[in-house]
């Protein structure tokens, strides 16, 4: 299983933007595909977007479409996710997971990140 570490997160006003990374080690990085997920306080881990092994194909939830971009540097071992246009309900801990042959999803995947916070002030 690989492992994976988040990064980037921090304080950033509304209409701002972030990107954020997260490091694979100790596996064959493009075979997985890999996703981010968020959590607000009280609320349940929900699915942000997604990306292929190879990251020919991208999945998004309806609330980030047009604002957030997925991408991965497999030569890096690197997914990241840029984060413009933001808002506060964009606030949440943001999660990367990964999954072998098929889509991560928020109640499966191999392997998990530990959450970067992101915090989006009005």
């Known amino acids: 299983q690989v492992q994976l570490v988040e990064s980037g997160g921090g304080l950033v006003q509304t209409g701002g933007s972030l990107r954020l990374s997260c490091a694979a080690s100790?596996?064959?990085?493009?075979?997985?595909?890999t996703g981010w997920f968020r959590q607000a306080p009280g609320k349940e881990r929900e699915f942000v977007a997604a990306?292929?092994?190879?990251?020919?194909?991208?999945r998004y939830a309806d609330s980030v479409k047009g604002r957030f971009t997925i991408s991965r540097d497999n030569a890096k071992n690197t997914v990241y996710l840029q984060m413009d246009g933001l808002k506060p309900e964009d606030t949440a801990v943001y999660y990367c997971a990964a999954a072998k042959a098929r889509w991560p999803n928020s109640r499966d995947a191999d392997s998990w990140g530990q959450g970067t916070q992101v915090t989006v002030s009005s």
């Open positions: 100790g596996g064959t990085f493009n075979i997985y595909l």
């Open positions: 990306i292929s092994g190879g990251g020919g194909m991208t």
